[in-house]
């Protein structure tokens, strides 16, 4: 229990300072905003989104106390020490670990855009339709759930060094700030072909029927759910 209010904290601090910190960054660096939202407007929504990642906060630390209970007991393959086995695999591992969860994502989210799935994991996330840093993290408990699943599959069944594990929370927290932030870093052709910015992630919460990708542009350009807007910017 002790554990799960400690993680609850440690995941919902560094939700409110990557998106703290992200919004002081583009904001500072960065002006070419892709989000249009009146201040009023902004200060409510973000308030639901605070809210809302509260709760996924603890939804993922009641899961990651669970895991952390599998891997005392033996169950994950969760390795400590780099010469458990090649090299060549520690590095390559975290590549493994994001085309895999790239895809798992993908199709969960097309599921979840079922209507009656719709209504009872994913609305709750786009009830932004201008997101914001703090939508990064605003999700349902079901929804928090379904993108946690991933996490025991793959770590139960793929060896992982822990610090790779890390590597690829930081890239995920990353990406979902940088998708929801409203403006758009990634500003070359040859970035944008392959990942997924605040440009198309924006056009996602607007049109709602295509852009489902997570990170990578890749499963929505094979299955030709990239929305026509985005296709201009890449083509
Ligand atoms: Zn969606
Ligand atoms: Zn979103």
Redesign the pocket.
Known sequence: MLLVILLSIIIFTRYLLVALGYQWIIQRWWQARVTRITDTARISQIKKEIGWSFVSSIVFALLSALCYQAYLLGYTKVYMSVSEHPLWYFIVSPFLFLITYETYYYWLHRVMHIPFVFKKVHKV?HA?IH?TVF?SFSFHPWEALLQFLFFPMFLFLVPFHFTMLLIVLVTLTLSAVI??SGAEIFKTKALTNHLIGATH?DL??KEFTNNFGLYLTWWDKWMKTESKTQAKHTD
Do not use: E
């Open positions: 996330h932004s997101p939508t998708n929801h992630h996602h919460h």
